[in-house]
C-alpha cells in the first residue's frame, strides 16, 4: 500500500514526497496540470528555506541576496537588515519546483496526472483518485479543494480587508544584492534579484486594481524600472485562509493548505519545507496527530510577526511609521529580519 498520496506537486507536495522518500516510505504525487507550475510569488528563499533544501539533496540556480531593505516608496528613507547566517536565494518559482521534480523522480516518486474530487477514509487507510493510501497529504494550495471538500476552510475574519498578491517579471539588471520593500499608503512592492538581467517585482494589496495602477504608488521604484520590458503578471489571492485543523484523521495538510496569513514577511516556502519534514517524521513515529501541534510550534514566529504588521497596516497613522521606525532602530529591525531568516 502506498504511504503517502499527495495532492498537489508544488513546492509543499514535493518536498513532502522527498522527505518521505528519504525516510523510506513510498510517496505518490497528484498533479493535473501541466509542470512546472508558475504562479503569483515573491520567489525570495530565505536562508531557512535553502537550508531545507539542501537537507533535501535540492540545489536551485537564482542570485542570491544577503538581506532585506524597507523603503518609504515616496520619500526612499530606508532601513536594512543583513542575515547573519548566509544569504538567501532569489529563484524563479518554475526552477525551484523544477528541481525539486528532480529529485523526487530521482528517488523513485511517481506523479500521477490525476485530480482529489473526493475523500474517503476509515480508521485504517484514506481512498482518493482511484488509489488507496496509509494516509493523504493534502498540499493543494490556497484554496485547498481538499480542505474545502472536507469542510475544514474556517470563515474570514471580520472586518479584515481581503489581501491579493501580484507578480511580474521585469527585464532589468538587480541594483542591490538585497530583496527591497517598498511600502506607500496602500500597498507593499517587493524587488527581488533573480538572474543577471531579471527581477521579480510582487505587489502586495488589498485593492484590486491593475499591476501598473499598483506600481504607480511607489514613484522612486515606477521610475527605476521606467523603460523596463515586463513580463505576464499573474495574481493570487485573497491571501488570508483559515485551516481549521492540520490533521483530520488520515489526512494532513501542508503549505498553504495548512492556513495562510500573509506573504508580507516571505516566510511561506521555508514554512513549507519546514512543516513537510515535520509531517513525515510524525507519520513516520505513528503519531499523525502530533503533527498539529508540531506545525502550530514552527509557524509561531511567522504568524505571530505577520499578525501584527498587518495589524499595524490596517491603521494609516501607524503604517506610515513602519520604516522610520525600522531606521530608527536598526538593530531591532536586523533582529526581526533574522529571526524570519
Not at 509543499?12 to 512546472?36: D, F, N, Q, S
Not at 495548512?258 to 509531517?279: K, Q, S
Not at 491603521?315 to 529591525?333: H, S
Request: charged share 25%.
Amino acid at each position: 500500500m502506498i504511504d503517502l498520496l499527495i495532492a498537489g506537486g508544488g513546492p509543499a507536495g514535493l518536498a513532502t514526497a522527498i522527505h518521505g522518500a528519504l525516510a523510506g516510505m513510498e510517496a505518490v504525487v497528484l498533479e493535473p496540470r501541466a509542470t512546472p507550475i508558475d504562479k503569483a510569488c515573491g520567489e525570495g528563499l530565505m536562508p531557512g528555506g535553502l537550508r531545507r533544501l539542501a537537507e533535501l539533496g535540492v540545489s536551485v540556480p537564482g542570485r542570491p541576496f544577503r538581506g532585506i531593505r524597507y523603503l518609504d516608496g515616496v520619500t526612499g528613507r530606508q532601513a536594512e537588515g543583513l542575515f547573519r547566517a548566509g544569504p538567501g536565494l532569489g529563484a524563479r518559482r518554475t526552477d525551484l519546483q523544477a528541481a525539486l521534480a528532480e529529485r523526487a523522480a530521482a528517488l523513485g516518486v511517481r506523479v500521477l496526472p490525476r485530480r482529489v474530487e473526493e475523500v474517503r477514509q476509515d480508521e485504517h487507510q484514506v481512498a482518493a483518485a482511484g488509489l488507496t493510501a496509509r494516509y493523504l497529504v493534502a498540499a493543494d494550495g490556497l484554496h485547498s479543494p481538499v480542505r474545502r471538500g472536507l469542510g475544514l476552510s474556517a470563515p474570514p475574519v471580520r472586518g479584515r480587508p481581503a489581501r491579493y498578491g501580484l507578480r511580474r517579471h521585469h527585464d532589468a539588471e538587480p541594483w542591490s544584492d538585497l530583496v527591497e520593500v517598498y511600502w506607500s499608503a496602500r500597498c507593499e512592492a517587493y524587488v527581488t534579484p533573480l538572474a543577471p538581467g531579471r527581477i521579480g517585482v510582487a505587489v502586495l494589496t488589498s485593492e484590486q486594481a491593475p499591476f501598473d495602477t499598483q506600481l504607480a504608488r511607489f514613484p522612486l521604484l515606477a521610475e527605476r524600472l521606467r523603460g523596463a520590458s515586463g513580463g505576464p503578471v499573474r495574481g493570487a489571492g485573497p491571501l488570508r485562509q483559515r485551516a481549521r485543523t492540520r490533521v483530520a484523521g488520515r489526512v494532513l495538510f501542508v503549505g498553504d493548505a495548512a492556513g495562510y496569513v500573509d506573504a508580507l514577511t516571505g516566510e511561506g516556502l521555508t514554512l513549507a519545507l519546514t512543516a513537510a519534514g515535520e509531517l513525515v517524521r510524525c507519520v513516520r513515529a505513528g503519531r499523525p496527530e502530533a503533527y498539529e501541534r508540531a506545525w502550530r510550534e514552527l509557524s509561531r514566529g511567522y504568524r505571530a510577526l505577520t499578525g501584527s504588521l498587518l495589524w499595524a497596516r490596517g491603521r494609516p497613522p501607524l503604517a506610515r511609521r513602519i520604516v522610520p521606525v525600522a531606521a530608527r532602530l536598526p538593530g531591532a529591525f536586523t533582529r526581526a529580519v533574522n529571526l524570519l531568516a
